[in-house]
C-alpha cells in the first residue's frame, strides 16, 4: 500500500504522464504474452513463430502465415472476445483528465483506443488497420475477419490484390512518424510509467532513454533491467495496481 500511495503522490504531482506499456498490459484481457511460459513462442508449430511472424516468410508463404496470423492473433475460432481492462480504462481517465498526454504501447491490439485512449503510438501496428499491397488500399479488421481466398489469404475488393495486416513483423523497421512521435512525447514528459514490458525488445524497449524525468515508474510482476533506474518499482499486476488510482484533475 505504501508504495501505491507513493505512486498515487507522484501522478497527483504531474501533468504529462506518459505511459509506455507491453504485453503484460493486455494478458489481463486474455490476450497471450508472446514470451511467457503459456506463450505463443512456447508452443509447436510446423515453424517457430518467429520465423512465421517474419517478412520473408510472410513474403513466402502467404497461406500458412494467416492460418497462425488468424488463431494466433486475431483468435479467430477462440470463444474470447477482448475488452480493454482497468488499466486500459485508467490510462483513459488520466487522459481525459489532462495528466497523461500519451501512451506508447508495443501491442497490436487496438485496446487503448477501445478504452478511449486518443494519443496512441503504437510501435509495432495495429490489427485493426489493413492495407492492399498493389492499390494502397485500407480496410478494417472485420474485412479481413470475414474475407479470404483458397489460401486464406484477404483480397482486395477493388483490384484484387492481397491485403497485409498494418502491424511490424521481424526484418521490418519501425514507422518513423510514430517512433518520432513516442520519442518527443517521452522526451517532454514529466512522469513516465512503464508497464508490463520486460524491456528486452528493441528498438522499443530503447525509448525509455529519452527520458529526462525524476518520476520513472516501472509496474511489471518481474524484475527489468531499468529497475535500478527507477524512482519506484512495483512488482504486480499492472491492472491490480491501476485500479486503486484515484484520478484527480490538475
Given at each position: 500500500?505504501?508504495?501505491?500511495?507513493?505512486?498515487?503522490?507522484?501522478?497527483?504531482?504531474?501533468?504529462?504522464?506518459?505511459?509506455?506499456?507491453?504485453?503484460?498490459?493486455?494478458?489481463?484481457?486474455?490476450?497471450?504474452?508472446?514470451?511467457?511460459?503459456?506463450?505463443?513462442?512456447?508452443?509447436?508449430?510446423?515453424?517457430?513463430?518467429?520465423?512465421?511472424?517474419?517478412?520473408?516468410?510472410?513474403?513466402?508463404?502467404?497461406?500458412?502465415?494467416?492460418?497462425?496470423?488468424?488463431?494466433?492473433?486475431?483468435?479467430?475460432?477462440?470463444?474470447?472476445?477482448?475488452?480493454?481492462?482497468?488499466?486500459?480504462?485508467?490510462?483513459?481517465?488520466?487522459?481525459?483528465?489532462?495528466?497523461?498526454?500519451?501512451?506508447?504501447?508495443?501491442?497490436?491490439?487496438?485496446?487503448?483506443?477501445?478504452?478511449?485512449?486518443?494519443?496512441?503510438?503504437?510501435?509495432?501496428?495495429t490489427i485493426m488497420k489493413n492495407y492492399c499491397e498493389t492499390c494502397h488500399k485500407f480496410f478494417n479488421l472485420d474485412y479481413v475477419k470475414n474475407n479470404k481466398d483458397?489460401?486464406?489469404?484477404?483480397?482486395?475488393?477493388?483490384?484484387?490484390?492481397?491485403?497485409?495486416?498494418?502491424?511490424?513483423?521481424?526484418?521490418?523497421?519501425?514507422?518513423?512518424?510514430?517512433?518520432?512521435?513516442?520519442?518527443?512525447?517521452?522526451?517532454?514528459?514529466?512522469?513516465?510509467?512503464?508497464?508490463?514490458?520486460?524491456?528486452?525488445?528493441?528498438?522499443?524497449?530503447?525509448?525509455?532513454?529519452?527520458?529526462?524525468?525524476?518520476?520513472?515508474?516501472?509496474?511489471?510482476?518481474?524484475?527489468?533491467?531499468?529497475?535500478?533506474?527507477?524512482?519506484?518499482?512495483?512488482?504486480?499486476?499492472?491492472?491490480?495496481?491501476?485500479?486503486?488510482?484515484?484520478?484527480?484533475?490538475?
Open positions: 500500500m505504501e508504495k501505491i500511495e507513493e505512486l498515487q503522490k507522484m501522478i497527483d504531482e504531474s501533468s504529462k504522464i506518459v505511459f509506455f506499456g507491453g504485453a503484460g498490459v493486455s494478458t489481463e484481457s486474455g490476450i497471450p504474452d508472446f514470451r511467457s511460459v503459456d506463450g505463443l513462442y512456447n508452443q509447436k508449430y510446423d515453424y517457430p513463430p518467429e520465423t512465421i511472424l517474419s517478412h520473408t516468410f510472410y513474403m513466402r508463404k502467404k497461406g500458412d502465415f494467416y492460418k497462425f496470423y488468424r488463431e494466433k492473433i486475431l483468435l479467430e475460432g477462440s470463444s474470447l472476445e477482448p475488452q480493454p481492462n482497468s488499466a486500459h480504462l485508467k490510462l483513459a481517465e488520466l487522459e481525459a483528465a489532462g495528466k497523461l498526454t500519451a501512451v506508447v504501447t508495443q501491442n497490436i491490439d487496438g485496446l487503448h483506443q477501445m478504452a478511449g485512449s486518443r494519443t496512441v503510438y503504437e510501435l509495432h501496428g483458397e489460401r486464406g489469404v484477404p483480397c482486395c475488393d477493388e483490384c484484387g490484390g492481397d491485403i497485409k495486416p498494418d502491424v511490424v513483423l521481424y526484418e521490418e523497421g519501425l514507422d518513423g512518424a510514430t517512433l518520432d512521435g513516442a520519442i518527443r512525447a517521452i522526451s517532454e514528459a514529466d512522469m513516465l510509467i512503464i508497464g508490463g514490458t520486460s524491456l528486452v525488445v528493441y528498438p522499443a524497449a530503447g525509448l525509455i532513454d529519452y527520458y529526462r524525468g525524476n518520476k520513472l515508474v516501472l509496474i511489471n510482476k518481474s524484475t527489468t533491467s531499468a529497475d535500478s533506474r527507477a524512482n519506484l518499482v512495483i512488482n504486480d499486476s499492472i491492472g491490480k495496481v491501476f485500479s486503486q488510482i484515484q484520478v484527480k484533475k490538475p
